[in-house]
C-alpha cells in the first residue's frame, strides 16, 4: 500500500523559508513523477511543482519559479524547498504521486498525502 507522508510545515514570516518533505513508501517509485500541490481555504487545489523519479526533470508553476525547488534523495524522500515565501503561499501543501506524465500539472495523481499547512505571516 503506497503511502505519502508529507512534514515540515508551520508557521514563517514572510521573506522567510521552509522546507517540505514526503516520505513514500509501499512500491519502487522509479517511473512515477512525484508533485506538489497546495490549497488555500476557499480555493481549488493548484499545481506547485513535480519532478520525474528516475529522470530528474523538474516542473514548476509561474507563481513558484526561482523561489521554490523540487528534489528527492535515495531514501524514498522528496523536499520542496521554500525561499522568499509571501502570504499567498499559505495553504495546504498536499504531496502526491503518479505514474502518468500526462497532465502533470493538474490533479489527478494516482496517490496523496493528508497534507501540511504552511502559514506565511505578513
Known amino acids: 500500500q503506497v503511502q505519502l507522508v508529507e512534514s515540515g510545515g508551520g508557521l514563517v514570516q514572510a521573506g522567510g523559508s521552509l522546507r517540505l518533505s514526503c516520505a513514500a513508501s509501499g512500491r519502487t517509485f522509479g517511473n512515477y513523477y512525484m508533485g506538489w500541490f497546495r490549497q488555500a481555504l476557499g480555493k481549488e487545489r493548484e499545481f506547485v511543482a513535480a519532478l520525474s523519479w528516475s529522470g530528474g526533470s523538474t516542473y514548476y508553476a509561474d507563481s513558484v519559479k526561482g523561489r521554490f525547488t523540487i528534489s528527492r534523495d535515495n531514501t524514498n524522500t522528496v523536499y520542496l524547498q521554500m525561499n522568499s515565501l509571501k502570504p499567498e503561499d499559505t495553504a495546504v501543501y498536499y504531496c502526491?504521486?503518479?505514474?502518468?506524465?500526462?497532465?502533470?500539472?493538474?490533479?489527478?495523481?494516482?496517490?496523496w498525502g493528508q497534507g501540511t499547512q504552511v502559514t506565511v505571516s505578513s
Open positions: 502526491a504521486a503518479t505514474g502518468s506524465a500526462y497532465g502533470l500539472k493538474r490533479p489527478n495523481y494516482d496517490y
